[in-house]
C-alpha cells in the first residue's frame, strides 16, 4: 500500500504569516490527492481535490500544489478556525490511504 | 442539501458485532460511490472501502477482509457498514463519506457526522 508520510506532525505559525504543509507518497499518484481539515469533534472537510482544486465554498487563502510524490497545502495568512488539523488523502491505488495528519497551532 | 446522516453510539463487547448506518439525502443516492473511513481516538483516518449503490459491489481494505460487510438498501437511499469479531482496537469514530465522482477515482465531498463505535468488556 501506499504510505502518505506528512510533515511537520505540528506546525507553529502566527496569525498573518503562511502556513505550508507537506504530504509525500512512498510512489506516485499522479494528482490523485485531497487535503481535508478536520475541527475537533467534527467529521473531515474537502479543501482541495485532484492537488490544487478547491473544493465548493473553501476560501481562496487554501491552495494546494505538487504532483506525483510531493505534495504541498498552503494557507495564506490563517484565520483562527484554520488551526486545526489537516490531512492528505491518496485515491490513486487501492488501498486508499491516508496521511497521519498535522496539526496547525497559532505560535 | 446533499447530506449523510448516521445512526448513534454502539458499545459492544469483544468478539460481538456491530452494524452502523448513514441515510443519505438531497441527491441521487445511486449516483455516488459511499465509503467508510475509521478514526481511532486520537489517530488518523483509515479507509475501510467502499460501495457501489446501484450494482452493491464493493471494494474492501485487505486489513478489514472477512470481517466487514457494506451494503445498501436502495429503497431507503441507505448504506450500511458492518464489523465482526470485533476487538479493542475496533474502537473508533466511524464515518460514511460520499465519493464527489462517479467516473473516476475522487475525493471525499460529504461526511457523515461519524458513530462512536466503543468495544470493551
Known amino acids: 500500500e501506499i504510505v502518505m508520510t506528512q510533515s511537520p506532525a505540528t506546525l507553529s505559525v502566527s496569525p498573518g504569516e503562511t502556513a505550508t504543509l507537506s504530504c509525500r507518497a512512498s510512489?506516485?499518484?499522479?494528482?490523485?490527492l485531497a487535503w481535508y481539515q478536520q475541527s475537533p469533534g467534527q467529521a473531515p472537510r474537502l479543501l482541495i481535490y485532484?492537488?490544487?482544486t478547491r473544493a465548493t465554498g473553501i476560501p481562496a487563502r487554501f491552495s494546494g500544489s505538487g504532483s506525483g510524490t510531493d505534495f504541498t497545502l498552503t494557507i495564506n495568512s490563517p484565520q483562527s478556525e484554520d488551526f486545526v488539523i489537516y490531512y492528505c488523502?491518496?485515491?490513486?491505488?487501492?488501498?486508499?490511504?491516508f496521511g497521519q495528519g498535522t496539526k496547525l497551532e497559532i505560535k | 442539501q446533499v447530506q449523510l446522516v448516521q445512526s448513534g453510539a454502539e458499545v459492544r463487547k469483544p468478539g460481538a458485532s456491530v452494524k452502523v448506518s448513514c441515510k443519505a439525502s438531497?441527491?441521487?443516492?445511486?449516483?455516488?460511490?459511499i465509503h467508510w473511513v475509521r478514526q481511532a481516538p486520537g489517530q488518523g483516518l483509515e479507509w475501510m472501502g467502499r460501495?457501489?449503490?446501484?450494482?452493491?459491489?464493493?471494494n474492501y481494505s485487505q486489513k478489514f477482509q472477512g470481517r466487514v460487510t457494506m451494503t445498501r438498501d436502495m429503497s431507503i437511499t441507505s448504506a450500511y457498514m458492518e464489523l465482526t469479531r470485533l476487538r479493542s482496537d475496533d474502537t473508533a469514530v466511524y464515518y460514511c463519506?460520499?465519493?464527489?465522482?462517479?467516473?473516476?477515482?475522487?475525493?471525499?465531498?460529504?461526511w457523515g457526522q461519524g458513530t462512536m463505535v466503543t468495544v470493551s468488556s
Open positions: 463519506a460520499r465519493e464527489q465522482n462517479w467516473s473516476f477515482n475522487d475525493a471525499f465531498d460529504t
Open positions: 438531497g441527491y441521487a443516492f445511486n449516483a455516488y460511490y
Open positions: 460501495i457501489n449503490p446501484t450494482s452493491g459491489a464493493t
Open positions: 510512489q506516485s499518484v499522479s494528482s490523485d
Open positions: 485532484g492537488a490544487f
Open positions: 488523502h491518496q485515491y490513486n491505488n487501492w488501498p486508499q490511504t
